[in-house]
């Protein structure tokens, strides 16, 4: 299997896998799965009511370029990294995009 679709594979699973824990938590929010494999990008949003305020927000972004996961928003206690290299994916190939490039070098993961 090429690189790629391992990745998207994974990408896909993991997302799907916290989609499917908000649906049964009992939340006021629902969940919302956007998968766009021409460009690469993953999102898991989660929207709904509290009291007379919306709330709309990105729990998860991963894209896929040059090669990389890169985690542009991530949301969740323990860490889609985590996720990540539990399915075999290997610090190198993953990107904290959501620090600031100049203090990526001092995470256990890929510069970009």
């Not at 499917?20 to 929010?29: M, R, V």
């Not at 990294?81 to 100049?102: M, N, S, W, Y």
Request: net charge negative; glycine share 4%; with cysteine.
């Amino acid at each position: 299997m090429d690189r790629l679709k391992r990745y998207r594979e994974i990408v896909q699973e993991i997302l799907m896998d916290y989609h499917q824990i908000n649906q049964k938590s009992g939340s006021t929010t629902e969940s919302a799965l956007c998968f766009d494999e021409v460009r690469d990008q993953y999102l898991l949003l989660l929207m709904g009511w509290q009291k007379d305020e919306r709330i709309k927000s990105v729990m998860i972004h991963i894209r896929l370029q040059n090669n990389k996961i890169w985690i542009e928003d991530d949301w969740t206690e323990d860490g889609v990294a985590t996720d990540l290299l539990q399915k075999g994916i290997t610090r190198e190939e993953i990107v904290l995009a959501f620090h600031p490039p100049q203090v990526r070098q001092y995470t256990e993961f890929a510069l970009a």
